[in-house]
T-cell receptor, first 113, second 116 residues
Framework: SQTIHQWPATLVQPVGSPLSLECTVE??????LYWYRQAAGRGLQLLFY??????ISSEVPQNLSASRPQDRQFILSSKKLLLSDSGFYLC????????????FGNGTRLTVT | AQKVTQAQTEISVVEKEDVTLDCVYE???????LFWYKQPPSGELVFLIR??????QNEISGRYSWNFQKSTSSFNFTITASQVVDSAVYFC?????????????FGKGTKLSVKP
């Protein structure tokens, strides 16, 4: 069966520091991969998605970036964190078929201080 | 413009009560998909159901049922005989066929508390 791993679970970082969140999927090949952010009291917002290695689409311009160095690995990064980057970050995967359901990881709660 | 509205911010019920979570959507597409996700206190989102716009048949899965009505642009979710383990935030989401893959438009969620 497919599983998705996301770490760390929680992270506290000072403003201006770099960020690297990692997500890996097991049990499937060539998945679509996604990064979502959930701000307090709000729904989820799609940040990035990837349909293949090295292919990244950004939905919202910001100081975050994403990379997909391997088929089942998706990394969310920032060179310098802002206070507004605080939130709950969720990685998700889906099969390549159109509009197939997303399956989410456990999330990373990021607090920028 | 596409939009998902979950008007109920929080609902509190006593165990064994039935509860309905409302979801109203807006879209100009004729082909779209609707989803419900559950987010327990642990944080991960759990996929519950997907419906496409051409399938208005209601669905029942155990204590869960979904009522899709295109005439009112609603996709409501009912939990029968609620249990404490149903306590979670529930999100309704919309995906348009014309939109980019994975760009689910989420409602703001309804927090359900089931008291023993």
């Amino acid at each position: 069966s497919q599983t998705i791993h996301q770490w760390p679970a929680t992270l506290v970082q000072p403003v201006g520091s770099p960020l690297s969140l990692e997500c890996t999927v097991e049990g499937t090949s060539n998945p679509n991969l996604y990064w979502y952010r959930q701000a307090a009291g709000r729904g989820l917002q799609l940040l990035f998605y990837s349909v293949g290695i090295g292919q990244i689409s950004s939905e919202v311009p910001q100081n975050l970036s994403a990379s997909r160095p391997q088929d089942r690995q998706f990394i969310l990064s920032s060179k310098k964190l802002l206070l507004s980057d605080s939130g709950f970050y969720l990685c998700a995967w889906s099969v390549s078929a159109s509009r197939s359901p997303l399956h989410f990881g456990n999330g990373t709660r990021l607090t920028v201080t | 413009a596409q939009k998902v509205t979950q008007a109920q911010t929080e609902i509190s019920v006593v165990e064994k009560e039935d509860v309905t979570l409302d979801c109203v959507y807006e879209t100009r597409d004729t082909t779209y998909y609707l989803f419900w996700y559950k987010q327990p206190p642990s944080g991960e989102l759990v996929f519950l159901i997907r419906r496409n716009s051409f399938d208005e048949q209601n669905e029942i899965s155990g204590r869960y049922s979904w009522n899709f009505q295109k005439s009112t642009s609603s996709f409501n979710f009912t939990i029968t005989a609620s249990q404490v383990v149903d306590s979670a935030v529930y999100f309704c989401a919309l995906s348009e066929a014309a939109g980019s893959q994975g760009n689910l438009i989420f409602g703001k969620g309804t927090k359900l508390s089931v008291k023993p």
